[in-house]
């Protein structure tokens, strides 16, 4: 009664794009970038207790090299922006960003020249994740919403987007 006996002689049959989106879809590696109270609401989604490991996301990746999502949670300096923004450019195509928490997405409550308003004036965000601090089911819900996101593109489509977000 297993998967075996439905499907005559071992053959699937799909197409490309939706077995590539399957596959990227469970094989994500978040780059965590904390960097004030939201990061502690994004560190315990990786906890026991929420198991990001049923979506394939084991451990967060400790190079912008290995990861294809970028979770940036809390408020972004002027000074930390390049940093962002480098660390976005190091990470290989394709390639996902979540904005988590009011601080990332939009200034938060510090509405002054030394923090950004919004991390999407310097690179290009999929997920805003509201709230102050969100809890860790309201990323999990952001990571789902990706995901939806992910299994209806198509790959000559995303092929012209990572074309605009690179040039």
């Not at 002689?9 to 094989?27: E, G, P, Q």
């Not at 960003?97 to 002054?112: E, K, L, P």
């Not at 999929?126 to 601090?133: A, E, Q, S």
Request: contains cysteine; glycine residues 8%.
């Amino acid at each position: 009664m297993g998967l075996e006996e439905k499907i005559p002689d071992s053959v699937i049959l799909t197409t490309l794009d939706k077995m590539v989106n399957w596959a990227r879809k469970r094989s994500m590696w978040p780059l965590g970038f904390g960097l004030a109270c939201c990061a502690i609401e994004m560190i315990s989604t990786f906890s026991a207790h929420f198991d990001l490991s049923r979506f394939g996301m084991e451990v967060m990746r400790p190079s912008p090299r290995q990861a294809d999502l970028m979770i940036i949670a809390g408020r972004v300096s002027m000074k930390m922006a390049p940093v962002v923004k480098t660390l976005y450019e190091q990470m290989p195509n394709p390639k996902w960003v979540i904005s988590m928490g009011a601080c990332a997405s939009c200034g938060g409550v510090f509405n002054n020249y030394a923090i950004l308003q919004g991390v999407d004036r310097i690179i290009p965000v999929d997920i805003y994740v509201p709230g102050c601090p969100p809890r860790p089911e309201q990323l999990m819900d952001g990571i789902i919403k990706l995901h939806e996101k992910l299994q209806s593109e198509s790959l000559k489509d995303a092929r012209e987007e990572w074309g605009r977000r690179i040039g």
